[in-house]
């Protein structure tokens, strides 16, 4: 089955950067679209970012030009650089795999790491 297992969150000031890194077992990595979504506290779940099988990447306004989505297939791991951050990144991130295509809901997500972007 599918299992995913972010990591690289941690606390950083304003303008700081961070990478976070989600490995994948249990399935073949490239055949699914990856995407990270976050939750901030008292919030409901957004989209941030998704990259498709074929490497096509789309952004949430809000974090389009400082949030970069990649994937190494052989490595089975997706990353998400995260610069010019702001407080209001502050969340737990969440990887997510959908086999396929990117429409619709994922079939697995990852257990959270928590971002937090003091100012």
């Known amino acids: 089955q599918v299992e995913l297992v972010e990591s690289g969150g941690g606390s950083v000031q304003a303008g700081g950067s961070l990478r976070l890194s989600c490995a994948a077992s249990?399935?073949?990595?490239?055949?699914?679209?990856m995407k990270w979504s976050r939750q901030a506290e008292g919030k409901e779940r957004e989209w941030v970012s998704s990259?498709?099988?074929?490497?096509?990447?789309s952004y949430a306004d809000s974090v389009k030009g400082r949030f970069a989505i990649s994937r190494d297939s052989a490595k089975n791991t997706l990353y998400l650089q995260m610069n010019s951050l702001k407080p209001e990144d502050t969340a737990v991130y969440y990887c997510?795999?959908?086999?396929?295509?990117?429409?619709?809901?994922?079939?697995?997500w990852g257990q959270g790491t928590q971002v937090t972007v003091s100012s």
């Open positions: 249990g399935w073949p990595f490239s055949t699914y679209c």
């Open positions: 990259i498709s099988v074929d490497g096509s990447t």
């Open positions: 997510a795999a959908r086999r396929g295509s990117c429409f619709g809901q994922p079939d697995a």
